[in-house]
């Protein structure tokens, strides 16, 4: 499994690529030629239904990724296992002190007898 500097370094890369195209896009120093792809329009339906293909095929990838991150059995995370730590020190704490309540005599009542 990658480590998440490595994932962070990855995205953080494609997002600065597409920035660049963008910038450039914006600044015409390279356009894409739309008056040939409006031209064809055999190329352009089939532009379309390639992105379409594409775009299905990463959506079932992501969608089988997060289902099996949320289905597998994973355990308890460190702050739920300290959590179940910290439950049973509690129940510890109250057994002991019922315990020492039991043990000790009652206090005498205040006041005096008249």
Do not use: C, N
Request: charged letters at 20%; a neutral charge.
């Amino acid at each position: 499994m990658k480590s998440p500097r490595v994932v962070l370094a990855i995205w953080v890369a494609v997002i600065l690529v597409l920035v660049i195209v963008e910038v450039a896009e914006v600044t015409h120093f390279f356009t894409v030629p739309i008056a040939s792809a409006l031209g064809d329009p055999v190329e352009l339906v089939l532009s379309l239904v390639f992105t379409t293909v594409l775009a299905l095929v990463g959506a079932i990838f992501i969608g089988i990724y997060i289902s099996h991150r949320i289905l597998s059995p994973s355990g308890f995370s460190p702050f739920e296992e300290e959590m179940l730590r910290m439950r049973a020190d509690l129940r510890d704490v109250k057994q002991s002190v019922e315990e020492i309540r039991r043990a000790t005599p009652p206090p005498p009542p205040k006041g005096g007898a008249p």
